[in-house]
């Protein structure tokens, strides 16, 4: 990773996973089935890391245009975030996926590996971030998690106290 874009890369993976987190946070809290959060959560990571990618290279298209950040390549700023986004961002999902496409069930314990693989990832976006500022993988890591485990503390109270404007749609 080229220090250039570790803004794009911080960027692009901590909200692919606060996104992709919410979704499965908030499933869980109003009681949707897993095969929901796979269809939502892989409709938001590619969606979304392709708006984040759009977003990102128009911001730096608008800053140059100002003569600001010359040394950013826009295609390539926005191509780093909207890697970064899917990559990171289906962090959250690799549960679910693994349970559909392998073991063919899913139970509460997919919910809980979501949520271990998601602090996970929140840790080690924030410690890779490290490496490049001036604080130690520690804090940087717990700082990174403590802000990404509020997203989706939020979106599970959410979908908790809304369980009940769900219904089943008929074709």
């Known amino acids: 990773m080229n220090a250039k874009y570790l803004s794009e890369f911080v960027y692009g993976g901590i ?3 606060i996104t992709t ?5 908030g499933s869980a809290g109003a009681g949707f089935s897993p095969s929901v959060v796979l269809i939502l959560g892989l409709a938001n990571v590619f969606a979304d890391g392709f708006s984040m990618a759009v977003g990102r ?3 730096v298209k608008a800053e140059q245009e100002q003569g600001r950040n010359l040394d ?3 295609i390539m700023s926005g191509l780093a975030t909207m890697i ?3 990559l990171i961002g289906m962090i959250p999902l690799l549960s679910f996926i693994w349970a559909y496409f392998y073991t ?23 410690a890779y971030k ?11 890591g ?7 485990g509020t997203g989706a503390l939020i979106a599970y109270s959410i979908g908790y106290y809304l369980q009940g404007l769900s219904k089943p749609v008929s074709k």
């Open 130 to 140: 490290s490496k490049f500022v001036n604080k130690s993988f520690m804090q940087s």
């Open 21 to 25: 987190m919410a979704i499965v946070a």
């Open 72 to 74: 950013l390549n826009p």
């Open 15 to 17: 909200d692919g996973t």
């Open 104 to 126: 063919h069930k899913s139970d509460q314990h997919t919910y809980l590996y979501a949520y271990i693989l998601t602090a996970i990832a929140f840790f080690f976006v924030g």
């Open 57 to 59: 290279y128009l911001s």
């Open 142 to 148: 717990m700082e990174t998690l403590i802000i990404g």
């Open 84 to 86: 970064s986004f899917i």
